[in-house]
């Protein structure tokens, strides 16, 4: 079943619309793209198990919730995912990381994979794939349907953005992955890009045009 979660905190909506600014800096964005990964990624492990383990506080013994021994893989899709992991690895330290390089072929707007590297294992681990934009969906859907081959035990998905058309067709080949994400714009430009939006998540992460 296809689920898309939209996180509607009022830090995640003001940071949001700070980034959305064309006049907010390179460095400014890459500060907001950090903070707001890291209060995003509150919501995508939301449902992460725990279980009861016995500890000993300065004064009592007790019964204290843990993290399951569950292993969580970050994996970005290049480069502009590469703004997602600093938050969300100050939230789960010890994820492992993985790499997946997408680039959008201009004319047909497919994506087109340069490099993928994940951590061995991966059907012990539950995946949390990050892409500011999740577009026309062809990035996210093949980057998804290469993790798929290393049978991971779950997968979600992690943006800042959506657009319907891109949703339609990222849920259209993988219905048993949930998008997590800040806000859905309504509509794509011709060359693919998401209508409000915020300009190209890469370009102005890095200063490049």
Not at 56 to 75: F, N, R, W
Request: overall charge negative; some cysteine; proline content about 7%.
């Amino acid at each position: 079943m296809s689920e898309v979660h939209l996180i509607e905190h009022p830090l995640i909506q003001h940071k949001l619309t700070l980034m959305r600014n064309k006049d907010t800096s390179t460095a400014k964005f890459r500060s907001l793209l950090s903070e707001i990964s890291l209060l995003m990624g509150y919501e995508v492990t939301r449902d992460m198990p725990v279980e009861m383990r016995e500890i000993e506080t300065p004064l009592a013994t007790m019964q204290a919730p843990i993290l399951e021994g569950k292993k969580v893989t970050l994996v970005s899709i290049l480069r502009a995912g590469q703004g997602f992991l600093e938050g969300l690895l100050t939230l789960i330290p010890s994820a492992r990381v993985g790499h997946v390089g997408l680039y959008r072929d201009p004319a047909t707007l497919d994506a087109i994979e340069y490099y993928f590297k994940l951590p061995e294992q991966m059907e012990d681990r539950d995946c949390i794939v990050v892409d500011p934009m999740l577009a026309t969906g062809h990035s996210a859907t093949a980057a998804v349907s290469s993790i798929k081959e290393t049978h991971p035990r779950s997968i979600k998905f992690l943006c800042l953005l959506a657009a319907p058309p891109g949703l339609d067709y990222f849920h259209e080949h993988h219905p048993d992955v949930p998008v997590y994400t800040a806000a859905v714009d309504p509509e794509l430009s011709e060359k693919g890009y998401i209508i409000p939006g915020l300009g190209d998540a890469g370009d102005r992460m890095y200063g490049t045009k």
